[in-house]
């Protein structure tokens, strides 16, 4: 079996061109202080920035986007500090990859494509991965 590397930039504009290829709009990640939310001090998820759109006090002129969008998480209700440093997987600052539909698609698409990302373009064994669904969402 052939291993392939990719550094983080490949994987980004992998990730990009994939959801581009879809029919996305690709949207430049937003400032880590957002500038129009009070209730948050810092970016902290990569839907931050579409926050009015799902909120419907905002409507953009594409359906569909994609994204990577800078976080940091400082505390608040998803506060997992204290494991920063301890885990491979605790972070303060890191990149949300997200592919975004505005009422255009919904599970059944955004299931396929990022079983298609996953298996064909960045080539991780189908074997290895483990899907799961909430059906009643």
Not at 95 to 111: A, I, P, T, V
Not at 117 to 136: F, G, H, R, S
Request: with cysteine; net charge neutral.
């Amino acid at each position: 079996m052939t291993q392939t590397t990719m550094n983080v930039a490949d994987i980004r504009k992998t990730f990009l061109d994939f959801f581009e290829s879809k029919g996305h709009t690709v949207v430049e990640s937003s400032p880590l202080v957002p500038g129009n939310d009070p209730t948050l001090m810092f970016t902290n998820s990569g839907m931050v920035q579409f926050k009015d759109v799902f909120l419907g006090a905002d409507k953009r002129s594409y359906v569909r986007a994609a994204s990577v969008q800078a976080c940091l998480r400082a505390g608040g209700k998803h506060n997992d500090l204290e494991n920063v440093g301890y885990t491979a997987r605790h972070h303060t600052f890191f990149e949300m990859l997200g592919n975004w539909s505005f009422g255009d698609y919904f599970k059944r698409d955004s299931l396929k494509w990022g079983w298609e990302l996953l298996t064909q373009v960045y080539k991780l064994p189908a074997d290895k991965l483990w899907a799961t669904v909430y059906i009643d969402d």
